[in-house]
T-cell receptor, first 113, second 115 residues
Framework: NAGVTQTPKFRVLKTGQSMTLLCAQDMNHEYMYWYRQDPGMGLRLIHYSVGEGTTAKGEVPDGYNVSRLKKQNFLLGLESAAPSQTSVYFC????????????FGQGTRLTVV | DQQVKQNSPSLSVQEGRISILNCDYTNSMFDYFLWYKKYPAEGPTFLISISSIKDKNEDGRFTVFLNKSAKHLSLHIVPSQPGDSAVYFCAASGWRGGGADGLTFGKGTHLIIQP
């Protein structure tokens, strides 16, 4: 049982490049989330999904897009990377409204130069 | 405007003693609170939670206390062990209160257990 798996674990991008971060969960969770963590900060919600085919904006959505074509996968896209998007990105999933305990992936460390 | 605040960036405690981590919140819509533990280069892992209808929840060495009137919660770890050294995040959710989806996190407290 892998839980929540993120790929890649590390990536260096040049300003203006695009990339997609993949999150996969095998717990049949309805809800999935993307967070970013910056030094000295807590985790901040970028986008989330309450089910297959749905997405919604979180606290810091600008510069990111997401898709949830399959229940087990949640993709985070950066169309034109900026140095301000240098961060550690965490994906999480949870059962949903009746159980808010979220399970996290191991994180993706992204550097934009 | 920070809705979940952990005012102590770090805390040092001797092994075997009690560790007390504090958290304050401002949003009255929050009705479910969680503590996560995070080791370097790993994702946060769920530790313990408490619903707003309770004032205490206990799980082994970990106890969370909630004071709704003061909008304050605390995590007690007793006895503290070396493996408890990590960053602890307080998080809040407004699910049942109809608030925003997802969790709102504090900035974290780095707990250091000294031998």
């Amino acid at each position: 049982n892998a839980g929540v798996t993120q790929t890649p674990k590390f990536r260096v991008l040049k300003t203006g490049q695009s990339m997609t971060l993949l999150c996969a969960q095998d717990m049949n969770h309805e809800y999935m989330y993307w967070y970013r963590q910056d030094p000295g900060m807590g985790l901040r919600l970028i986008h989330y999904s309450v089910g297959e085919g749905t997405t919604a904006k979180g606290e810091v959505p600008d510069g990111y897009n997401v898709s949830r074509l399959k229940k087990q996968n949640f993709l985070l896209g950066l169309e034109s990377a900026a140095p301000s998007q240098t961060s550690v990105y965490f994906c999480a999933s949870s059962y949903g409204r009746d159980n808010t305990e979220a399970f996290f992936g191991q994180g993706t460390r992204l550097t934009v130069v | 405007d920070q809705q979940v605040k952990q005012n102590s960036p770090s805390l040092s405690v001797q092994e075997g003693r009690i560790s007390i981590l504090n958290c304050d919140y401002t949003n009255s819509m929050f009705d479910y609170f969680l503590w996560y533990k995070k080791y370097p280069a790993e994702g946060p892992t769920f530790l313990i939670s408490i619903s707003s209808i309770k004032d205490k929840n206990e799980d082994g060495r970990f106890t969370v206390f909630l004071n709704k009137s003061a909008k304050h919660l605390s995590l007690h770890i007793v006895p503290s062990q070396p493996g408890d050294s990590a960053v602890y995040f307080c998080a809040a959710s407004g699910w049942r209160g109809g608030g925003a989806d997802g969790l709102t996190f504090g900035k974290g407290t780095h707990l250091i257990i000294q031998p």
